[in-house]
């Protein structure tokens, strides 16, 4: 079922899914409807490699990150990046195309109040996120604007929500060491084509992985 999108207030996040408009699931190119957590786990999951004869055993077929970026996905914290830091970050995801997802969570207008009609949204997420494949796994909850405001503005307000979301899933679920929040503001525009299309506006969960 579609959910009507609001002109203002939504922000979504970032993991090669995605919480779209009033909680439509979005993996990374096409859009999935119904939130649930398996769905979640399932856009989230590293790909396993097939089977071969030689190991016998399946690999995951995930980023092969070099040493220096997993020291460098460990030591991120949880809140509060600097510029430099979230340079770092964008150009992790844009190298190594990690899981994500892009959820639309629901705010009231110009605020980091999340709206109770997200709220089974979030608990779907933080129920995927205890998932054995996903529980030691390291998440990013990126903030996402459009281009309508000024960019500062923009930039804080995506940081707020951000961190609002990552509050909402520390207070319900034990996860609070594995969640970053990060906000991009316009940085990072989903649509490039159309800096102020609604698409824009979201919250990306990725998983840099353990």
Same mark, same amino acid.
């Given at each position: 079922?579609?959910?009507a ?8 996040l ?9 909680? $439509?699931l979005v993996?990374? *190119?096409a /859009? &999935?409807?119904d $939130? ?6 399932k856009?989230? +999951? =590293?790909?396993k490699k *097939?089977r071969?004869r030689?190991l !016998?055993?399946?690999?995951p077929?995930?980023?092969? @990150? ?11 914290p ?5 510029v +430099?830091m979230?340079q770092q #970050? ?6 190594y195309?990690p *899981?994500?997802?892009d959820?639309e969570?629901?705010?009231d207008?110009?605020?980091?109040? =999340?709206r ?5 949204? /979030?608990? &779907? $997420? !933080?129920t ?5 494949s996903l529980a030691?796994? %390291? ?11 000024t960019s500062? @503005?923009?930039?804080? $307000? +995506?940081?707020r929500?951000?961190?609002? =979301? %990552?509050? @909402? /899933?520390?207070?319900?679920f ?6 970053i929040?990060i906000?991009?503001g316009?940085?990072r ?10 698409e824009? %506006?979201? #919250? ?7």
């Amino acid at each position: 079922m579609t959910k009507a999108k609001p002109a203002t207030g939504l922000l979504m996040l970032g993991m090669t899914a995605a919480l779209a408009v009033g909680g $439509l699931l979005v993996p990374a *190119p096409a /859009l &999935a409807q119904d $939130l649930d957590a398996d769905a979640i786990v399932k856009s989230l +999951s =590293v790909a396993k490699k *097939p089977r071969t004869r030689s190991l !016998g055993k399946q690999d995951p077929a995930g980023p092969a @990150y070099s040493q220096e970026d997993k020291n460098l996905i460990r030591s991120i914290p949880t809140r509060g990046l600097k510029v +430099s830091m979230k340079q770092q #970050v964008g150009e992790l995801i844009d190298t190594y195309k990690p *899981p994500r997802l892009d959820i639309e969570i629901q705010f009231d207008f110009n605020s980091d109040t =999340v709206r109770s009609e997200s709220v089974p949204d /979030l608990n &779907a $997420l !933080g129920t995927a996120l205890l998932h054995p494949s996903l529980a030691d796994a %390291r998440i990013i909850l990126n903030g996402h604007t459009d281009a309508k405001g000024t960019s500062d @503005y923009n930039l804080d $307000l +995506s940081e707020r929500r951000a961190v609002a =979301v %990552r509050d @909402y /899933l520390i207070s319900h679920f034990p996860i609070d060491h594995r969640l970053i929040a990060i906000g991009f503001g316009e940085e990072r525009l989903k649509n490039t084509h159309d800096p102020e299309a609604g698409e824009n %506006r979201r #919250v990306e969960v990725v998983n840099m992985g353990g």
